[in-house]
């Protein structure tokens, strides 16, 4: 695989793989999101998580990575990312944020989506929009010959002209063969960083986590989930995108 500046550049059929990989994800993500009502535990999540996988023959690509516990990231209200499932039960109000990869063919795939229990109010609404619209602007500059910044820019310019904040400690990453490859895509603007062309064939994990606070987060004492050091809401999008010469292309679509 060729690499520039330490990141791989997929071939067409790389691609190809890595677009099976995250398709499966995309479909799971949706049936988590239809599965989210009051009453069920987060640990209802896992388990169909873990039979999809099953179903569709893949390795859930978080269960065992650097130790993580389970097949799925559950984090629910200020909980950012890295959350257990368990035996917590959704109230309505709830958000529930997952956050998933699996390997298809030696590829990983890597979405995430947050889903609101019942209806959402003005806050919550907000805070789903905002985010979900930042990935989308993010994405949008995951063109050949931008600057891999651009992105970064773009989603924090979104989320703060929308009076949120965006986390600093978690950014996204490269994907292929491996979950975490180069480049780092921070949800800011880096100060100082070197220029990072965007080119054909690099595969971007593209990850707002949005707050309806401080950008401030810290680790509970499971030494995995990430909170909201103010305990404000907290919201996570992610798409895995190739970057294509006809412009982006979000590989973790259902269809
Ligand atoms: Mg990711």
């Known amino acids: 695989m060729k690499k ?19 398709r499966i994800v995309a479909i799971i993500l949706g049936e988590l999101r239809e599965a989210v009502r009051p009453g069920v535990k987060t640990m209802l999540f896992e388990e169909i998580a873990r039979k999809r996988c099953d179903d569709f023959k893949v390795k859930p690509a978080f269960l065992g990575m650097y130790g993580f516990p389970f097949a799925l990231c559950c984090s629910v209200n200020e909980e950012v990312v890295h959350g257990f499932p368990s035996d917590r039960v959704l109230v309505p109000g709830d958000l529930v944020s997952f956050d998933m990869g699996v390997v298809y063919d030696g590829f990983y795939g890597d979405a995430a989506t947050t889903a609101v229990v ?28 931008n600057d891999l910044y651009d992105i970064s820019r773009a989603v924090q310019k979104y989320v703060e002209g929308h009076g949120l904040s ?6 996204g990453h490269g994907i292929g063969r491996k979950l975490h490859e180069k480049p780092e895509i921070p949800n800011f603007e880096p100060k100082g960083a070197p220029r990072v062309p965007l080119m054909p064939g690099m595969v971007l994990a593209i990850e707002p986590m949005v707050t309806a606070g401080g950008p401030d ?17 907290s919201a996570h999008f992610e798409h895995t995108v190739a970057v294509t010469r ?4 979000i590989l973790s679509l259902p269809d």
């Open 4 to 22: 520039v500046r330490g990141i791989f550049l997929k071939n067409d059929l790389e691609i190809a793989s890595m677009r099976q990989a995250c």
């Open 118 to 145: 019942g209806e959402p109010d003005e806050a919550r609404a907000k805070l789903l929009d905002v985010t979900r619209e930042s990935l989308a602007q993010g994405i949008e500059q995951a063109v050949a010959g």
């Open 166 to 171: 965006v986390v600093r400690r978690f950014v």
């Open 217 to 233: 987060v810290e680790v509970l004492s499971d030494n995995w989930t990430a909170v909201t050091k103010d305990r404000s809401l």
């Open 246 to 249: 006809n412009g982006p292309r």
